[in-house]
């Protein structure tokens, strides 16, 4: 078993053991909440990396046709599964989950929002686009709560 997973005597059932990678080194307000110094460059390139060509992927899901278009469709599909890839990893070296996820899922349709307008011609007015920004906001402030 695993020493992060293993239970000392005297553990209460919720409470893991702190294996020697723990984050208990790493500074953080008093909701737990990481401080971006803290948090290494490894982990937020990966984070970066994901988000990125996830995006990489959006753009490619019009361009392969439901599918249909064989090396847009390879594309696609490298692109999220590398994305999904780097998100794993970020969170094996540290990441906090609660915190990662929110933050990747509010930039892509974030991103997503833009690569439409600039790329593809998508309608862009004032409000839309303020609205949707706000939600893409609203998720990545919620995170820190």
Same mark, same amino acid.
């Given at each position: 078993m695993p020493?992060?997973? !293993?239970?000392?005597?005297? /553990?209460?059932? *919720?409470?893991?053991?702190?294996? /020697? /990678?723990?984050? $208990? /080194? !790493?500074?953080?307000? $008093? *909701?737990?909440?990481?401080?971006?110094? @803290?948090?290494?460059?490894?982990?937020? #390139?990966?984070?970066? =990396?994901? &988000?990125?060509?996830? &995006? #990489? =992927?959006?753009?490619?899901?019009?361009?392969?046709? =439901?599918? +249909?278009?064989?090396?847009? +469709?390879?594309? @696609?599909?490298?692109?999220? =599964? +590398?994305g999904v890839f780097l998100l794993s990893r970020s969170l094996h070296s540290g990441a906090n989950l609660s915190i990662a996820l929110p933050l990747v899922s509010a930039a892509i349709p974030l991103c997503a929002i833009f690569v439409g307008i600039f790329a593809f011609g998508d309608p862009a007015s004032f409000a839309r686009v303020a609205v949707l920004v706000a939600a893409c906001v609203a998720i990545a402030v919620a995170s820190y709560l």
């Amino acid at each position: 078993m695993p020493a992060s997973m !293993r239970r000392e005597p005297g /553990d209460s059932k *919720n409470e893991a053991v702190k294996s /020697d /990678d723990s984050r $208990s /080194d !790493r500074q953080s307000n $008093s *909701n737990g909440v990481q401080f971006m110094s @803290t948090i290494p460059f490894g982990i937020i #390139a990966m984070l970066m =990396g994901s &988000v990125a060509v996830q &995006v #990489a =992927g959006v753009f490619l899901m019009p361009l392969n046709k =439901g599918f +249909t278009a064989p090396l847009p +469709t390879i594309g @696609t599909i490298l692109c999220f =599964g +590398t994305g999904v890839f780097l998100l794993s990893r970020s969170l094996h070296s540290g990441a906090n989950l609660s915190i990662a996820l929110p933050l990747v899922s509010a930039a892509i349709p974030l991103c997503a929002i833009f690569v439409g307008i600039f790329a593809f011609g998508d309608p862009a007015s004032f409000a839309r686009v303020a609205v949707l920004v706000a939600a893409c906001v609203a998720i990545a402030v919620a995170s820190y709560l």
